[in-house]
Structure formats: C-alpha cells, structure tokens
C-alpha cells in the first residue's frame, strides 16, 4: 500500500507543476491581453496625430462618410487640409465647412478614382506640400449584394475595373511619408459571400498596408491598415446608427487613437469584439450551420441562385443584406420593411434551435449584440 502511495505522488508532483505553469501562462495572456487592450482602447494614443508631422492632411473620398469624419477631426487637430474626390461641388462644401469651423487652409483636387489616367494630376496638386497625414480612404462596394456571375456589366468588365481601381490601385498610388491610414473593412479578414469582389480588394489593402509597414517601420513611417466594420454611412445605406453601428464621426474619434499602437486594427472597440468572436468561429467552422440554412432558405425566395453559402459570415450578412436591402429596394423583396425582414430572420434562425454548435453559439451571440445595440 505504502509503495503505491509513494508513486502516485511521485507521479502527482509534476502534474500539479504541468497545471500550475499552465494556468500562470493563461492568466500571465490573459493580463497581457488586458494590459494592452486598456492601453489601445482606454489611454489610446490621441495625441499623435498633430501638424508636427508635417502641415498638411490628405483624405481621399473626403467629401461623405468616413472619408468627411477623418477630413473634421484632422481639421480639428490644426491639419490644412487636402480634399480628394469626385465632385467638385460637394468638395466646395467641405472645404467651406472646415475653413469656415476650424480656420484651417484646405484645397481640393476633383478626380474619378474609377479612372486609371488620375495620378499626374494629383502628383501635380500634392508637390511641394508637407504631408504629415494621408488618408487612403476612397472606396465603393456593391449597389446590393450579388452573386459574382449575376454581377451587371461583370462581362465588359467595368464593375471589376472600376472596383479595382478605386479601392485598390488609389491605395498603391496616392503616397506619402508620415502616417498614412488605409481604410480597408473587416470583411477583407475573412470571404464575404454575395461581396466576393469588395471584400478581396479590401485584403488586398490589408496585406498591402501591412507588408508595407514592415518595410518602411524603421524610417519612422507610420502604415496603419485600418478595417471597419459596418459603420453608418452613404455606403452601407444604415441611417440609424446603434452601439455597433456608429455614426462616422464616433467611429473616427475612436479609430485615430489607435494610430502608432496597432498596425492593423478595427478602429473601434465594439467593433473589434465582433471580428474577434466571428474571426473565432470562420477559422474553425466553415460548414453550414443549420440556422444559416434557414435563413437562407427565407432569403432564397429574394435571391437569384440556390443556396448554401459556405460559412458564418454569410449569417450576419444575411441579415444585413435582408435589412438595407428592403430598406432601399422594396420591389426586388417581398418584405415590406426592412424590420419586418429582420425580425423574420432572427425568428427562423433561433428559436426552433438548439445550441448544438460553435457556429450556431456565434450567430446567437451576434444577434444578441445587434438586438442589444438596437434596443439601445
Ligand atoms: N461604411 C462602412 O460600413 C464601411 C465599412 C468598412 C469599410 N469601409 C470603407 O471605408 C471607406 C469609406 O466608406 P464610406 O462608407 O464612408 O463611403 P461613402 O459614404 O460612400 O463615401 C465615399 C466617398 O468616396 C467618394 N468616392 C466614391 N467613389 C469615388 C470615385 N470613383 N472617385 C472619387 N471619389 C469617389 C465619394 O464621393 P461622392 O460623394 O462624389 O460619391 C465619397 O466622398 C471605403 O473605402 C469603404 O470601403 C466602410
């Protein structure tokens, strides 16, 4: 008897010492985790962005969304400021608002980023400025979500051109030295079905922007490869901003203290619980679950081709999709409300399952979230 004692606790010891190391590494993450979310998204780093860089600010799409949000704050800041995009009416405006509020200098440049023949013009409007701060921002996505063959116009072309020129190649041709943000998406981190092309264009802007930081850290250059998700703007068609849906401007205030701390970042923190929890659930269950059957069933009478889509996110764009969808186009949809077709979603896809995968644990924490920020 005492013989068995002696070797389970002999055999006990190292265990207890395997488990202890486990949990001090887990807890000793966990701080870490802790420490550095609280530095990134509580102190933030607010005081980078000043005209010590240099004096001028350049923003492409600057004159709606995202693009007018980064062009206030960096007037707000003290920036003169460079406006790049199409129209040259609506530029007026922005530039009259920002000289008018913050006295700042602006000018602007009128261009069609969708055209390849741009840049001579813009090289000419940028010489002998000082740039501190470059803007990447222009983007255009879907009119709707689609199925890539059902895309108009794909055979001439002009959809992948014009997407390629104004989300990608502006990226790789409008530059600076200083800080520049390039505004890619959260759906460049992982396929997004029904919006194969803009979420691939908006990888490319990540690992562009991220190589790039690699490359020019140590001359000081700041690469900062910024990916949002649904924000209320012109684009998403969102009019009601919720938690975690913010208007621009909040969206903006909260993105430009994370400059100098993370080289690729969602910019906002509940935005970054979101991709954590979905990029969680797309890496390890790529199967169909059975509530995004069923949802996709309620959407198949609305869409043109039979599904499955292949994984989690099609869930929460689903949803999106059936949402601004009837919001814009009631005819190409049988719901009469974009509520009415939100409320028809959750109620297929929840009740009527149980929690019996991961996948179907994201959905619901997803919905969860939405419903929350909607109520608030
Ligand atoms: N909103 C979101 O939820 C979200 C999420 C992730 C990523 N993003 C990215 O954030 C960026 C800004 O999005 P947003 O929602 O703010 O867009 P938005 O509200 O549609 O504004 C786009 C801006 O870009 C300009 N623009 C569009 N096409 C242009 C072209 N061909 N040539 C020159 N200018 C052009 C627009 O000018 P006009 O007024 O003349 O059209 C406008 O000033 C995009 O890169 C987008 O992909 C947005």
Redesign the pocket.
Known sequence: DSSIGQSVGKAHEPLFWVGACTVACVLLWLLYRLLSGFRIWVLGNGSLLTPRLGKWAVV??????????YAEELARRGFALML????QD?LDDVAKLLEEQYKVETKTI??????ADIYGTIEEGLSGLEIGVLV??????YPYPEYYLHIPNLDNVSFIT?MI???MT?VCQVRSKGVILN?????GMYPVPLLTV?SAT?AF?DFFSRGLQEEYRRQGIIVQS???????????R?RKPTLD?PT?DRYVQAEVTTVGLQSQTNGYFPHAVMVTILLQYTHTHTHTAKPVQQLVLLLENQLPLPPPLPSITSTWYCIYTSRTHTATTTSTYNSTSANQMHVAAITVSLPSQRCSSPSCCGVCVYLFVFVCSRAG
Do not use: C, E, H, Q
């Not at 505004?183 to 759906?187: E, G, K, P």
């Open positions: 492409t799409g600057a004159t709606d969304g995202i693009g007018k949000s790049i995009s199409r129209s609506k009128a261009v069609d980023f969708g055209k990447n921002n222009v983007g255009v996505s014009n020129n104004v989300n502006s505004i890619s998406s959260a759906s803009y908006k802007v910024v990916l949002p998700f649904f924000v209320a703007t012109k684009m998403t969102i849906k621009p």
